[in-house]
């Protein structure tokens, strides 16, 4: 909405207008990105902690693959960045891009071990962290 409105005014004779009216826009719904990642963060906490303990048809290795993991190496792959637009823009889509490499990374397995058709040697949903 912030980057519509800024090309919008931009693009229509309002160029006067149009930083200000995204800035003001961005500092009315700023919040909602923390809220967003707030809600997302338990779920993929749970993830991993049921990756981690070996109660999904993953092998645990794959629990590092996590979203929130990618996430962090794209965090440190932007503060490595110059400031910049690209900058800005990478970091707008980190949990996006981090998202689509994680769902890669699971389509790549699945279809890897579908092809290989090798059953598993237990069953992985059985078992796990607090077991003994």
């Known amino acids: 909405m912030i980057l519509f409105i800024f090309a919008w005014l931009n693009g229509n004779g309002y ?38 303990c070996g109660k999904t048809v993953f092998p645990k290795w794959i629990a590092f693959t996590n979203v929130l ?15 910049g637009s690209f900058r ?9 891009a981090s998202m689509i490499i994680w769902f890669g990374i699971m389509l790549a397995w699945s279809v890897r ?11 992985r949903r059985t078992g796990g962290c607090y077991d003994k």
């Open 113 to 123: 071990h579908l092809q290989t058709g090798v059953p598993d040697s237990k069953d």
């Open 69 to 83: 993991v990618i996430y962090g190496i794209l965090l440190l792959v932007k503060t490595a960045m110059p400031d």
């Open 88 to 96: 800005i823009g990478f970091t707008n889509g980190l949990m996006s």
């Open 15 to 52: 160029e006067a207008a149009a930083l200000p009216a995204a800035e003001a826009l961005f500092s009315q719904l700023s919040w909602v990105v923390a809220l967003s990642e707030a809600f997302m963060l338990p779920p993929f906490l749970y993830w991993f902690y049921l990756q981690v």
